[in-house]
């Protein structure tokens, strides 16, 4: 299962890839590439022992329909997606991806309609954003029956820390200076 750790790496841009490679964090969300490219980053981070989620909507070129989903698990092979659709999340699982809904809690008529929809189509796991709201991260795993993982504005080891002990099974950043604070402190 991608979710060993509490950490996962957003990438947003190329030069991202090679320092992700050097740490020893194992999963990565691909927010970077083109159809024309995305194929080469996936495959590289494959090479190195890697789990790789695209996240569908990031990546010019990828339509978000079933034709599109079927391009990537048949050729570019992802071990999942990551998505704020819906639909995506069925047709992800049809096609044997790991589904990951992205969720923003902005106020409560989202949240409801964000719990209800899980409900519907089950996704692998839930990424909530943003991460800075512990007490909502406690209540959406009380809520749900899925890991949840937690992104969005975090800045400080404060901020990672409560939602880990909120019941955030792991943590996303796309800021390189948060997979640094991740590895010089230790946090598993």
Not at 31 to 41: D, F, P
Request: with cysteine; proline share 4%.
């Amino acid at each position: 299962m991608f979710l060993q750790e509490k950490f996962i790496a957003t990438i947003k841009h190329p030069k991202h890839m090679e320092y992700f490679l050097k740490t020893r964090w194992k999963t990565a969300f691909l927010q970077t590439g083109t159809i024309s490219v995305i194929k080469r980053y996936v495959d590289l981070l494959k090479e190195h022992d890697r789990y790789v989620f695209i996240h569908v909507e990031k990546i010019p070129g990828i339509t978000c329909d079933k034709e599109g989903l079927q391009f990537l698990a048949k050729f570019i092979r992802p071990h999942g997606i990551v998505t704020t659709k819906s639909t995506l999340i069925h047709l992800a699982k049809k096609e044997k991806l790991w589904a990951i809904q992205r969720l923003f809690l902005v106020d409560t008529d989202a949240m409801m309609n964000g719990l209800h929809s899980i409900q519907q189509v089950a996704p692998d796991a839930l990424e909530v954003m943003p991460g800075i709201v512990p007490e909502m991260i406690e209540y959406l795993v009380k809520k749900t029956n899925i890991p949840i993982i937690t992104g969005g504005l975090i800045q400080n080891k404060n901020q990672i820390l409560q939602s880990i002990q909120k019941g955030a099974q792991a943590v996303s950043s796309g800021n390189p200076e948060i997979w640094k604070l991740f590895e010089e402190e230790g946090i598993q």
